[in-house]
Nanobody, 124 residues
């Protein structure tokens, strides 16, 4: 079955960087659009970034534009997100998600496959 496993989270100081990775298995990765979402305690999960099957199209939520960059490596079945200039408000759990048919989407409901999440903590 489809499995998505996030890694790369951890503790970092404000202004620092982290690179999240999402390893996919049980699917033809190059046919899937991928997304990153995040969820803070007591809040709804929200869109962060998405990428099409080829990597040719990407989307980032306004609050992370210029700081976060989504990418993918289809040869390694991985979706990645480079996060720079991290802020304390970026302290949340980040989730990787996958959808068939390859086009990117910013909507949670379009993603049937989800990872377990990775915690990112940014200290001030």
């Amino acid at each position: 079955q489809v499995q998505l496993v996030e890694s790369g989270g951890g503790l970092v100081q404000a202004g620092g960087s982290l690179r999240l990775s999402c390893a996919a298995s049980g699917l033809i990765f190059s046919r899937y659009g991928m997304g990153w979402f995040r969820q803070a305690p007591g809040k709804e999960r929200e869109f962060v970034a998405a990428i099409s099957w080829s990597g040719g199209s990407t989307s980032h939520t306004d609050s992370v534009k210029g700081r976060f960059t989504i990418s993918r490596d289809n040869a390694k079945n991985k979706a990645l997100m480079q996060m720079n200039s991290l802020k304390p408000e970026n302290t949340v759990v980040y989730y990787c998600a996958g959808k068939q048919w390859g086009l990117l989407s910013e909507r949670m409901k379009d993603y049937p496959y989800w990872g377990q999440g990775t915690q990112v903590t940014v200290s001030s």
